[in-house]
């Protein structure tokens, strides 16, 4: 009775916040209800990465890995790879949302910019985990050996998230610049396959060229493929500056896709 004669509180401060975050994410996932092809379609490049060219680098133990084998070596980066490449064209569906009227109407809601594209951020990062559970499906019935602890699994969803959210703001900004899917789509291909190879994805980067190893170091991707390898097989890694930067690079690719947001929207 007391709910029929008083209405609560309502929310102020980071709860108003948190919960439009929540509730932009919830929206953004609730398309996976109707369309789930993109999750079938996207596991079919990582399964080829692990069987044709982990099996066959395996065998001809070309690539120095500190005693694993290559296609242990290889399934976090491939986790992370599959990660990035969802949301590194996550710009285009908001350039279609911007085209059917849909973002107009979400900009003059009293929900912040920046809680729009946090909520879009860390959809894309729950796409990508889900992902990323396909890919270590695939390892595991090849025989990788990959950690069971939950704690490190924890740790692993973490890094998948931070690191698409990064890749989603990315293409968010871009989308942003733009303003064109076309032009979206060009440049999205464009950089997908050198921040790939400019990571220690494939390779350590021990074994890069000087220029391709400075290049490695400031691409978010090699600390993503870094913590994914120290938590799933347990290879000395960098844990805190690892999330320290995918954290970083997240927050800076959300403040600067928040500021583009109305430029899209004219």
């Known amino acids: 009775m007391d709910l029929l004669l008083s209405p609560p509180r309502a929310r102020t401060g980071w709860r108003v916040l948190a919960a439009r975050i929540g509730a932009m ?13 993109e999750l079938y379609t996207r596991a079919v490049q990582p399964a080829l990465w692990l069987l044709i060219f982990g099996e066959t680098f395996t065998r001809i133990k070309a690539i120095p890995t500190g005693g694993i084998p290559y296609i242990d070596y290889l399934a976090p980066g491939i986790i992370a790879q599959s ?23 979400l900009l003059v809601t009293p929900t912040p910019r920046s809680a729009l594209i946090t909520g ?20 595991a019935l090849l ?15 973490v890094a998948v998230i931070l690191g698409s959210a990064f890749f989603s703001c990315l ?7 733009v303003l064109t899917r076309d032009r979206l789509m060009g440049i999205g291909q464009a950089i997908t ?7 220690n994805a494939l390779y350590p980067v021990a074994i890069m060229p000087g220029w391709l190893q400075v290049l490695s170091k400031i691409n978010p991707l090699s600390y993503q493929v870094d913590a994914l390898r120290g938590l799933l097989l347990g290879t000395s ?12 690079a997240a927050a800076a690719g959300i403040t ?6 109305a430029r899209l929207a004219k």
Not at 237 to 248: F, I, Q
């Open 171 to 177: 293409s968010m900004t871009i989308a942003g610049i």
């Open 83 to 105: 990660a990035m490449f969802i949301a590194i064209f996550y710009g285009i569906m908001i350039i279609w949302e911007r085209d059917a009227g849909i973002l107009t109407k």
């Open 193 to 199: 396959m050198p921040l790939f190879f400019a990571s």
């Open 237 to 248: 890694s960098h844990l805190l500056l690892d999330y320290g930067v995918l954290a970083l």
């Open 143 to 157: 025989g990788v050996g990959l950690t069971g602890n939950p704690l490190r699994l924890l740790g692993v969803a």
């Open 256 to 261: 600067a896709a928040s500021s583009l947001l």
């Open 25 to 37: 994410c919830v929206v953004e996932l609730q398309k996976l209800r109707h369309d789930r092809t």
């Open 120 to 139: 879009k951020a860390f959809a894309a990062g729950v796409k990508a985990l889900i992902q990323a559970v396909v890919v270590i499906v695939i390892a």
